[in-house]
């Protein structure tokens, strides 16, 4: 029981933090490059960022492509994080209540 609860403790922790550090990776690469975010290093973390958060990096993309630039990239962050720690929680809970009828 105490392995099941610290391993979704982890699960819940582990998509946030790995969603924020990754987001923030790629558009500070984003940032320092000089080239379009497509063509530059910060093309592979961009992608994934986009398909993870697919409901969440369509609006706030189209902030940033609109010239909102730090409304979508706050958006897409917040929002995006928030998101993956829901999944989490969510995880959490199935998790738990699979061990308990087990």
Known sequence: MQKVIRSSVQSRWFAPVLHAVLFGLTWLTAFVQ?????DGPARWGFIVLFFGDFPVSVIGFSAIWDHKLVFGLLLWGIVGTA?????GVWFQRRRTKKSLTA
Do not use: G, R
């Not at 000089?34 to 497509?38: A, R």
């Not at 998101?83 to 999944?87: E, G, K, P």
């Open 83 to 87: 998101w993956w720690y829901f999944l």
């Open 34 to 38: 000089p080239q379009p975010i497509l």
